[in-house]
């Protein structure tokens, strides 16, 4: 790991030990960014070049407002894998319930947008993916021990076919 990586995950965890989210102020850039350069800027995290970033495109439950959010990903399969991890925080990130409120949707990894339909991963599928995502980035086993109580959801992106 290099030392900006560690320094990223450091901050990460101090803010987020502190109930620091910094999720929602960061997105807008980190999405404007994404998309103009066709996931050359953003296209992973800082510091963790196999921590790869996907936009998961969402609508939101209650308003029905389209959103996006950057998101590591893993992909098994032809379909995408992602954490709703929230940091650790003790509740699920608005994206997740808005996914399980509309989970037709679209996705966006490097240039290519593709229409995908979300479900949670049952138990076993979870404990066979939960190793690839700490696999590429550590913390999020912070993350897990930082949850609690809270069994943080994987979230599949699987293709809608015609």
Known sequence: MSLYGRLTA????FLNSHGVYLGQRATKIHVALYRRSGGR????LPGWPQARIVLVDHTGAKSGRR????LMYHEDGDAVAVVASK???PTNPAWFHNLTANPETTIQIGPEVREVRARVAGDEERERLWPEFVSFYPG?????RHA???KIPIVILEPRRA
């Open 87 to 89: 940091a650790g925080q």
């Open 140 to 144: 999020y086993e912070f993350f897990r």
């Open 148 to 150: 609690g109580d809270r």
């Open 41 to 44: 800027l953003g296209g992973h």
């Open 10 to 13: 450091a901050t990460s965890q």
């Open 67 to 70: 959103r996006t959010s950057p």
